[in-house]
């Protein structure tokens, strides 16, 4: 009952085009398993405005070609509720989960490359870059590398500046 309010928060904070390709982005991604929404979608919802503040999930994703790993996706906050600790509270319950669930192997996440604070809290959970290749056509190792330094350099003044 909260897709809308997800493609909304996603809409904003992934940069799609509109909510309507979000909800789409919804369907695709979480209606192949209706049966795992209930425990491996995560919402925190404003018990005052019943309003969806902060999102994410526990899914699969595929790292190469049938390489099915679990995966922290989706995760985004409302503007308006950052820097409260709701994804720190989330990434607690998606860890719980994944052990819970007894899954096993990496568990990784995608995240984009100016999401700093974002990261930060990744690292702080036990998330390590990956530098290892992917199996995609336009991944390039030694650009992925230098972006990773760049992130570091970042995340270092981020750091300084609290």
Wanted: a negative charge.
């Amino acid at each position: 009952g909260y897709e809308k309010q997800w493609a909304e928060i996603e809409c904003v904070q992934q940069c799609m085009e509109s909510p309507e390709k979000a909800e789409a982005v919804f369907r695709s991604e979480f209606m192949s398993k209706p049966e795992w929404l209930y425990d491996r979608c995560l919402f925190v919802v404003d018990g005052k405005s019943d309003k969806v503040a902060a999102v994410t999930s526990l899914w699969l994703g595929e790292l190469g070609p049938g390489e099915l790993h679990a995966r922290v996706h989706w995760v985004a906050t409302r503007e308006e509720y950052q820097g409260l600790g709701l994804i720190k509270a989330i990434f607690t319950h998606i860890m719980d989960l994944y052990h819970k669930l007894g899954d096993r192997g990496y568990i990784y996440l995608t995240t984009q490359s100016q999401s700093y604070v974002a990261i930060n809290i990744y690292k702080k959970f036990g998330f390590v870059p990956y530098l290892g290749e992917l199996h995609t056509e336009e991944f390039d190792i030694e650009e992925h590398k230098k972006a990773w330094q760049v992130i570091d350099g970042k995340l270092a003044e981020y750091k300084n500046r609290k």
